[in-house]
Structures are given as C-alpha cells and as structure tokens.
C-alpha cells in the first residue's frame, strides 16, 4: 500500500495579513489583561467605581497597545512573511527566534513613550543610564513578546510552508 503524505497548501498573501493580525491582537490582549488583574489584586477592596477605572484602563491599554505594537512591526513582520515564504522555512524555533530578533528594536521607540520609573526602581538622584543599561530591563519582555508573534505566525501559515526542494514532496 503506498504511503500518502498529507497535503500541504500554499501560503497566501491573505494568510500573513490574518497571522499578523490574530498576533497583534492576541498580545495586545494578554497585555490588558495582565494589567487588568494586576491592577485589581493591587487595589485592595474591591467596588463598581474600581472595576469601571479597572475596566476602562485595560481598554484603553488593548486599543493603545494594539495600535503601537501593530505600528511598530508592520515592516519586521513582511520582511520575515517573505523570507520565510521564499525558503519555505517550517521549524518553529526559526520563528521564535527570528520573533524575538526583530522586537528588540522596537524597545527605544516604547521606552521613550513611558517614563523610565514605569519599568525600573531607580534612586531619584541616579542619573538614567544611556544606551543598553537602559534597555536591558525590557528585552525579556519584548523578546517573550516577539516569540510569542512568530509562535502565531508559525501556527498560522508558517507550518504549511510547501518543501519543494524535497523530491517526493508533489506540487499541486
């Protein structure tokens, strides 16, 4: 009995746009709700008027952060949408990895959104440190951010890259 491989479809254009966008907004939502609930664990008792500011900041923090982070990747994600497109690249750690890469740039443009005491405790007569000491705190979360994009980008179109360089691999 031969053995049949499972069909493997082309990735399309409309495939990236949808990764792309099922990833802004899935980390945009885990962003606002981390907040959220940090914010109602920190809040003590709890009452309507501090559910309504909680619920209002988290909403405001998924439009917000939906928009920059949508802002800030468009290019980093078509850039890698084609390489991985034209190398039919399949593994998943490719796309953690290269995640991870391309959201450390994007760590000055939002660390010079938020004041530094947003992200860091530091003694009020020390002076902010410049360059990499400065952006050191936040390039876990950006690279757990960026991983957890190429994760959905990886799940989405990435593993049904076609392989045509394998010979028994058929072209539809």
């Known amino acids: 009995?031969?053995?049949?491989?499972?069909?493997?479809?082309?990735?399309?254009?409309?495939?990236?746009?949808?990764?792309?966008?099922?990833?802004?907004?899935?980390?945009?939502?885990?962003?606002?709700?981390?907040?959220?609930?940090?914010?109602?664990?920190?809040?003590?008792?709890?009452?309507?008027?501090?559910?309504l500011q909680t619920l209002f900041v988290g909403l405001l923090t998924l439009v917000l952060s939906g928009v920059l982070t949508g802002i800030l990747t468009a290019l980093p994600c078509a850039l890698f949408f084609w390489l991985a497109q034209r190398f039919a690249w399949r593994n998943v750690l490719i796309y953690l990895f290269s995640g991870a890469v391309a959201a450390m740039p994007t760590i000055p443009v939002v660390a010079s959104l938020a004041p530094s005491s947003f992200y860091t405790d530091r003694d009020e007569d020390e002076p902010l440190p410049d360059g990499l000491p400065r952006y050191l705190p936040l390039a876990p979360l950006f690279g757990c951010s960026g991983a957890f994009l190429g994760g959905i980008f990886w799940w989405r179109s990435g593993r049904?890259?076609?392989?045509?360089?394998?010979?028994?691999?058929?072209l539809p």
Do not use: C, K
Not at 160 to 170: G, I, K, V
């Open 1 to 51: 009995m031969p053995v049949t491989t499972p069909p493997q479809r082309s990735v399309q254009p409309e495939d990236w746009f949808a990764a792309y966008f099922i990833g802004v907004t899935a980390l945009a939502t885990v962003l606002a709700l981390l907040l959220m609930l940090t914010m109602l664990a920190s809040a003590g008792s709890l009452n309507t008027d501090i559910i």
């Open 160 to 170: 049904h890259l076609r392989r045509s360089a394998l010979p028994d691999t058929p």
